[in-house]
């Protein structure tokens, strides 16, 4: 039974940068495609982006292009999310997930337990 | 971007009675080569990460009751919870994966009345 730990909640200040990790147990790792989804407080789920281990190959939504850095290290299982000049509204849960092979190709099957980011000054 | 717009934003319903959550999408999420629609259910108790509940629109996942069925096709899906339980009081959110980016509806809130 696979199992996705996260990292611990963070407290930043705006314009400062926050890296979550997503460390996977129990189960096979690298060919799974990873997504990262985040919920502000009181709101709907926002996917972000995510990765194609298979190929290495990372996929971000536009909104958070040139902000968002999304990577994996196979040999420790975890796959890293890495948010930018944050501001106010990126307070948020973030979630990882496990997908398909790739990105489009199955639901999200496996979640994480959520990191709490704030941002404040 | 594949928009998707789910209704009503929240739903109350008696204990034992039938609760149906519509998700309509911008486009159709069905890939004709294998005949699958690339939709996806969720649902969200408070404090707690989403649990999937059903993909290719209608497939629940393993230890999902069979009290919760997905139905629909091309731009119109269904979650239907046939007989409501206190313990299927949560949020439910549909999602599209036939293209990215993903996108979810804007969650529906399912209480009792």
């Known amino acids: 039974q696979v199992q996705l730990v996260q990292s611990g909640a963070e407290v930043k200040k705006p314009g400062s940068s926050v890296k979550v990790s997503c460390k996977a147990s129990?189960?096979?790792?690298?060919?799974?495609?990873m997504s990262w989804v985040r919920q502000a407080p009181g709101q709907g789920l926002e996917w972000m982006g995510g990765?194609?281990?298979?190929?290495?190959?990372?996929v971000y939504a536009q909104k958070f292009q040139g902000r968002l850095t999304i990577s994996a290290d196979e040999s420790t299982s975890t796959v890293s999310m890495e948010l930018s000049s944050l501001r106010s509204d990126d307070t948020a849960v973030y979630y990882c997930?496990?997908?398909?092979?790739?990105?489009?190709?199955?639901?999200?099957?496996?979640w994480g337990q959520g990191t709490t980011v704030t941002v404040s000054s | 971007d594949i928009v998707m717009t789910q209704s009503p934003d929240s739903l109350a319903v008696s204990l034992g009675e039938r609760a149906t959550i519509n998700c309509k999408s911008s486009?159709?999420?069905?890939?004709?080569?294998?005949?699958?629609?690339?939709l996806a259910w969720y649902q969200q108790k408070p404090g707690q990460p989403p649990k999937l509940l059903i993909h290719?629109?209608?497939t629940r996942e393993s230890g999902v009751p069979d009290r919760f069925s997905g139905s629909g096709s091309g731009t119109d899906f269904t979650l239907t919870i046939s007989s409501l339980q206190a313990e299927d009081v949560a949020d439910y959110y549909c999602?599209?994966?036939?293209?990215?980016?993903?996108?979810f509806g804007g969650g529906t809130k399912v209480e009792i009345k």
């Open positions: 997930a496990r997908g398909g092979s790739t990105l489009t190709n199955d639901g999200l099957d496996v």
């Open positions: 129990g189960g096979t790792f690298s060919t799974y495609a």
């Open positions: 990765i194609i281990q298979t190929f290495g190959t990372a």
């Open positions: 486009r159709s999420v069905l890939d004709s080569s294998n005949n699958r629609e690339y």
């Open positions: 290719w629109a209608s």
């Open positions: 999602q599209q994966y036939y293209s990215s980016p993903l996108t």
